[in-house]
C-alpha cells in the first residue's frame, strides 16, 4: 500500500509540474493571406512573469529548443522554415555552460505555406517548449494546433 501511495503522489506532482509549463505561456494561432494562394501562419507566444522560452536555435546542448512539428496536408506546400519575430535575447548562462538565445514576453512565429488548390484547409500541428526563470526550469510542454486556411 505504501509503493502504491509514493507511486500516486509522484504521478499527481508529476503532472501538475507539466501542466505548469503550459500555463506559464499562452498561444494564439491565426492565419493572414499575403498574396494568391500563399499564407501565413502566426504562432504567437505571450511568456508570463519572469519566464522566458527558448529560440528554435538555443546556441548550447541542454534546454529544449522551441519546435513546431506540422502534420502532413495534400493541399499545403511548407515555404522555408519557420522565422522568429521578437526580441533575441543571447546571454551566458552558466546551467548550461554557454550563449543561450531566449524571448521574453512575446514572440511571433512565422510559417510561410502554400495553398494547392481552391479548397479550404488547415495547418495543424504541435509545439514543443521550455521555460525557465533566474532560478528553475520547468518541465517542457507542448501545445497542439490548428489553423483554418484557403477557401
Known amino acids: ?84 519575430v521578437g526580441k533575441l535575447v543571447k546571454k551566458y548562462e552558466s546551467v548550461w555552460s554557454g550563449n543561450v538565445s531566449y524571448y521574453e514576453k512575446t514572440v511571433n512565429f512565422v510559417q510561410t505555406v502554400k495553398v494547392r488548390g481552391a479548397a479550404k484547409t488547415n495547418l495543424a500541428g504541435k509545439v514543443e517548449f521550455m521555460v525557465c526563470d533566474e532560478s528553475r526550469c520547468l518541465p517542457p510542454g507542448e501545445v497542439e494546433f490548428s489553423v483554418n486556411i484557403g477557401g
Not at 494561432?29 to 499575403?34: A, D, L, N, R, V
Request: hydrophobic letters at 45%; zero cysteines; charged letters at 20%.
Open 1 to 84: 500500500m505504501k509503493k502504491f501511495s509514493l507511486l500516486f503522489f509522484g504521478l499527481v506532482a508529476g503532472l501538475a509540474l507539466f501542466a505548469q509549463s503550459g500555463k506559464q505561456v499562452k498561444w494564439i494561432f491565426s492565419s493572414k493571406k499575403i498574396s494568391d494562394k500563399i499564407y501565413e501562419v502566426h504562432m504567437t507566444a505571450t511568456i508570463n512573469g519572469d519566464f522566458h522560452m527558448y529560440a528554435q536555435n538555443v546556441g548550447v546542448d541542454g534546454p529544449l529548443p522551441t519546435a513546431f512539428v506540422f502534420t502532413k496536408n495534400p493541399l499545403l506546400q511548407l515555404d522555408g522554415k519557420v522565422k522568429e
